[in-house]
């Protein structure tokens, strides 16, 4: 049985204008361009899914509500597996019976991603 080829998925998240302008400035350290904007996200994902009790940081993130700016990302196939498998231990961790924040967690999970890179890549 041949398993047809995983596609990338697109997906909206809303971050913090600072959030956004943190991006653009490890970007531009690596010498990047901002078209590997997606790219760079879902190493970013991936490499969130490897950290030890990554379900703690996603439960930890929050955001505020002021000055945030809507951005489209196409993350590749294994980020998308790695988002899905994130997803399903932060819920079995932390039940979206009684932590309700937990039901629409994608954005919340890439927001996660991003902050942990940021924070433990100088040269990201």
């Given at each position: 049985i041949t398993q047809a080829p995983l596609k990338a998925n697109r997906v909206a998240v809303r971050m913090p204008r600072r959030l956004k302008a943190c991006i653009d400035d490890?970007?531009?350290?690596a010498g990047l361009s901002i078209k590997r904007f997606s790219?760079?996200?879902?190493?970013?994902?991936?490499?969130?899914?490897?950290?030890?009790?990554?379900?703690?940081f996603v439960s930890e993130e929050q955001m505020s509500s002021t000055e945030t700016v809507s951005r489209t990302i196409s993350l590749t196939p294994e980020a998308v597996q790695a988002l899905d498998s994130i997803a399903k231990v932060t819920r079995d961790h932390f039940p979206p019976d009684k932590h309700p924040e937990m039901l629409e967690i994608r954005s919340k999970i890439i927001r996660t991603a991003i902050l942990q890179?940021?924070?433990?890549?100088?040269?990201?």
């Open positions: 490890a970007l531009n350290s790219a760079w996200v879902s190493e970013s994902v991936v490499r969130l899914e490897q950290t030890e009790r990554f379900w703690e890179r940021l924070l433990h890549s100088p040269q990201s």
